[in-house]
């Protein structure tokens, strides 16, 4: 039973998702967080991985640590994707099996469902369908880190869940011009339109692809509420269940942080789209007793408070 003596251990807590696990446990007063930077322990490193769990014999492991970017880099780092993220997730996973830890949380994300797939989008639908082809190498990994928890589970007897969040961001998150997702590639955007009083916002493709966003305070609170929650489900999707328009998006934030600029959208149309549509059925986190909560003005000001603030513009 997990309590606030537990010894947990969250890998890649500097990470948007990992940053906002440790946080939360904090908040809720958890005295035994475990956490250990990367020059310290390479994940890609099987025999430092297992020695590591074998030393600090955490109760529970949250695995948010992955190698992760937006379309850009999805599409031309494929070899890097595939091989960084099943090497981390493979260790981390099979090293809490031989050291006897039946507890642990395996993130994914939303792309590991087909790309023409029925909307909303249902658990049931892995593997019903070709991927997109952006992300194919990054999703492919995601898979096999629910299939390999899925197996030990039916195999070991484990508990190992799987949560597939949709697009999240917040605090902490990646604003590299070529490398970030779709959100914060906005944020860091419009703060350009801000500074340099320009008059335009170009956005890939042609603005029509439909996203889910999940504010990462609330993917953390899903990661503490699983945590603890008995389920006879392996995989569990967190989301909100509403998608809009990447354009619809942009034109919130612009009116959230510069109400008082009129600005024009203006489509890179030789740029990819990425999956037409992407939104989850949450019913089943629902049905667990699990909903997000976060107000997105609210939310987006807070994360572009901390952007400010940590001057990710260099």
């Known amino acids: 039973?997990?309590?606030?003596?537990?010894?947990?251990?969250?890998?890649?807590?500097?990470?948007?998702?990992?940053?906002?696990?440790?946080?939360?446990?904090?908040?809720?007063?958890?005295?035994?967080?475990?956490?250990?930077?990367?020059?310290?322990?390479?994940?890609?490193?099987?025999?430092?991985?297992?020695l590591f769990l074998k030393k600090k014999k955490p109760d529970f492991i949250f695995i948010a640590a992955a190698k992760v970017g937006g379309i850009y880099s999805n599409n031309n780092y494929k070899a890097e994707f595939i091989q960084e993220n099943l090497s981390i997730q493979t260790n981390l996973i099979h090293s809490a099996y031989l050291c006897g830890i039946k507890n642990l949380i395996f993130l994914g994300s939303s792309c590991v469902y087909p790309r023409q797939c029925k909307q909303p989008i249902k658990e049931e639908y892995l593997l019903s369908g070709p991927l997109e082809k952006t992300n194919d190498a990054y999703a492919v990994a995601k898979i096999a880190g629910i299939k390999m928890c899925q197996s030990y589970n039916e195999q070991y007897k484990t508990n190992y869940k799987c949560l597939m969040p949709t697009n999240t961001y917040g605090p902490n998150d990646n604003y590299d011009p070529l490398n970030s997702h779709f959100l914060p590639s906005l944020i860091r955007k419009v703060h350009l339109i801000k500074e340099k009083k320009s008059?335009?916002?170009?956005?890939?493709?042609?603005?029509?692809?439909?996203?889910?966003?999940?504010?990462?305070?609330?993917?953390?609170?899903?990661?503490?509420?699983?945590?603890?929650?008995?389920?006879?489900?392996?995989?569990?999707?967190?989301?909100?269940?509403?998608?809009?328009?990447?354009?619809?998006?942009?034109?919130?934030?612009?009116?959230?942080l510069i109400p008082e600029k009129k600005v024009l959208i203006k489509y890179e149309k030789s740029k990819p789209n990425g999956t037409p549509r992407k939104v989850l059925d949450v019913s089943l986190a629902k049905k667990y007793g699990w909903?997000?909560?976060?107000?997105?003005?609210?939310s987006i000001i807070q994360t572009y408070n901390l952007f400010l603030k940590k001057n990710f513009i260099k």
């Open 1 to 50: 039973m997990i309590n606030s003596n537990s010894k947990i251990y969250v890998a890649g807590h500097r990470g948007l998702v990992g940053n906002a696990i440790v946080k939360k446990l904090i908040q809720k007063r958890y005295k035994n967080i475990i956490v250990v930077d990367r020059k310290n322990l390479d994940l890609t490193n099987q025999s430092k991985v297992l």
């Open 199 to 256: 008059k335009y916002l170009f956005l890939w493709g042609n603005g029509k692809p439909k996203r889910e966003l999940i504010y990462v305070d609330d993917l953390a609170d899903a990661c503490l509420y699983f945590m603890k929650k008995k389920t006879v489900h392996h995989l569990i999707n967190i989301g909100t269940g509403k998608d809009f328009s990447i354009e619809y998006y942009a034109k919130q934030i612009l009116k959230i």
């Open 291 to 298: 909903k997000a909560k976060s107000n997105f003005k609210n």
